[in-house]
């Protein structure tokens, strides 16, 4: 009795273990599976002209210790292999201002160039029905393009500048992001109300070389 009650107790043991054997052996073939058509789609992407990346309600920011510095908003974002760069249907970036005030500019579309381990944005380009609203001002554009290395927004085009009681209209506009002030280099064109004026931080500077 003894003898067959032992016998029992290592047929279970024996079966337990089989039962883990087969158990990590099928873990085994789920894990090389899934790695192997993990890297079958990567190398699938790696072979196309574009990345097939697209991403709906896309959003990115940048925080430097306990501050957002930047952030970005857009309908839809894809991401184009060949060109290096992220392509963003209406996108609005925010910056965050020292000061708490932001910068807002909009778009029909965008690109960016995001760079480094942080993967912060380098350069960013808006076309089509932009607009930039800062202290008060709103401009109006074709085309804006932010430069980290300057920090600023440059209009190249003729951008329409409204707001303290004044409109400006020219030609290659700079908004200078750390002092808030906006450089007008040509064609200036410029209808004062007085009585609407009112101070704003951010200031003109007009420069009306031809």
Do not use: C
């Not at 808030?180 to 064609?187: D, F, Q, T």
């Amino acid at each position: 009795m003894k003898r067959q009650k032992l016998r029992t107790i290592l047929l279970i043991a024996i079966s337990a273990s089989l039962g883990g054997v087969a158990y990590k052996t099928a873990d085994h073939i789920l894990q090389n599976k899934t790695r192997m058509i993990r890297d079958v789609a990567l190398k699938t992407v790696d072979l196309l002209p574009e990345a097939a990346l697209k991403i709906k309600d896309f959003h990115r920011a940048q925080i430097e210790g306990n501050r957002k510095v930047w952030e970005v908003f857009g309908d839809e974002a894809r991401y184009l292999k060949t060109e290096g760069e992220l392509f963003i249907q209406k996108p609005r970036i925010f910056f965050y201002q020292k000061d708490n005030s932001t910068i807002q500019a909009v778009g029909t579309e965008g690109y960016f160039w995001l760079k480094g381990e942080d993967k912060g944005m380098e350069k960013a380009q808006l076309k089509g029905d932009v607009q930039v609203s800062f202290q008060g001002y709103v401009l109006n554009a074709n085309e804006a393009i932010y430069l980290k290395e300057k920090n600023q927004v440059v209009l190249p085009g003729r951008v329409m500048v409204r707001g303290a009681g004044m409109e400006l209209e020219g030609v290659n506009m700079e908004l200078n992001l750390d002092s808030e002030k906006l450089r007008v280099n040509r064609s200036v064109r410029t209808t004062v109300e007085p009585g609407k004026m009112g101070k704003t931080k951010g200031q003109s500077d007009e420069k009306t070389e031809n």
